[in-house]
C-alpha cells in the first residue's frame, strides 16, 4: 500500500488482558515510530526503531509495554496485562527522513 | 517545561478567510525542526509542512505557511482561504536534532472550526 497501515483498526479487551497491535509502515522507510494519543491530547513517544539497530525504549511507560520489528519492515506493539489507564489510540509511523513522518490510521484500544 | 506550546485550545476562522494557529517551542538545541499536522475527526495524523532551524526562509506548502521567528521561539502555522474541509485538530511539533531524541514533541493542539 501507498502509506502506513495499522491493524486492527479498534481493539476492545478486558482488563488484564494482553493486546498486539501490528504496523506496516510504507515500504523503504527504515525508521519506525509507536505513539499513543489519549483523549484530548497531543501524542506521546513510545518507541523508535531505525534499520537494524537497538530500538529507543525510553517512551515505553512500563514494563508491560514491549514492541518488536520483523525484518526491518512490520511492527508489532503488545500491551501485557493491559490496564484501563492504556485505553487510547496508538498511532505507528514511519520515516525516511528527518523531515517527515507520516503516520498510520491508529489502533484505537479501549480497555473494559 | 514544555517543549511545545500551543494556547489556542480552540480557534474559529469564516470561510475564505486567513487564520493563524500559535505554536512556541522551547529547546536549547541549535538543530531542530518543527512540523505542523492535521487530524481530522477520522484520527489520522496528516502532514502539513516543515521548517527546519537552519532554513532561511519560511516554508510554504499551497494554502499553509509558517511563520518562523526564531529569536521569539515561535512557528505559528497561517492557513490562507480557509476551507470548510479544514475543520480538524492542529499539532505543531518538534524534533531536536543534536539531542539524540528520535521522536517529535507534541504540542496538545488546536481545534480549528471553520464557519460557512
Known amino acids: 500500500g501507498a502509506g502506513v497501515s495499522q491493524s486492527p483498526s479498534n481493539k476492545v479487551t478486558e482488563k488484564g488482558k494482553d493486546v498486539e497491535l501490528r504496523c506496516d509502515p510504507i515500504?523503504?522507510?527504515?525508521?519506525l515510530y509507536w505513539y499513543r494519543q489519549s483523549l484530548g491530547q497531543g501524542l506521546e513517544f513510545l518507541i523508535y526503531?531505525?534499520?537494524?539497530?537497538?530500538?529507543?525504549k525510553s517512551g515505553l511507560p512500563s514494563d508491560r509495554f514491549s514492541a518488536e520489528r520483523t525484518g526491518g519492515s512490520v511492527s508489532t506493539l503488545t500491551i501485557q496485562r493491559t490496564q484501563q489507564e492504556d485505553s487510547a489510540v496508538y498511532l505507528c509511523?514511519?520515516?525516511?527522513?528527518?523531515?517527515?513522518?507520516?503516520f498510520g490510521p491508529g489502533t484505537r484500544l479501549t480497555v473494559l | 517545561a514544555q517543549k511545545i506550546t500551543q494556547t489556542q485550545p480552540g480557534m474559529f476562522v469564516q470561510e475564505k478567510e486567513a487564520v493563524t494557529l500559535d505554536c512556541t517551542y522551547d529547546?536549547?538545541?541549535?538543530?531542530?525542526?518543527l512540523f505542523w499536522y492535521k487530524q481530522p475527526s477520522s484520527g489520522e495524523m496528516i502532514f502539513l509542512i516543515y521548517?527546519?532551524?537552519?532554513?532561511?526562509q519560511n516554508a510554504t506548502e499551497g494554502r499553509y505557511s509558517l511563520n518562523f521567528q526564531k529569536a521569539r521561539k515561535s512557528a505559528n502555522l497561517v492557513i490562507s482561504a480557509s476551507q470548510l474541509g479544514d475543520s480538524a485538530m492542529y499539532f505543531c511539533?518538534?524534533?531536536?536534532?543534536?539531542?539524540?531524541?528520535?521522536?517529535?514533541?507534541f504540542g496538545t493542539g488546536t481545534r480549528l472550526t471553520v464557519i460557512p
Open positions: 509511523a514511519s520515516s525516511l527522513a528527518r523531515n517527515s513522518q507520516f
Open positions: 515500504s523503504g522507510h527504515t525508521a
Open positions: 526503531f531505525q534499520g537494524n539497530s537497538a530500538p529507543d
Open positions: 529547546t536549547s538545541d541549535p538543530s531542530y525542526g
Open positions: 521548517q527546519g532551524s537552519y532554513d532561511q
Open positions: 511539533a518538534m524534533r531536536e536534532v543534536q539531542t539524540g531524541a528520535n521522536n517529535l514533541f
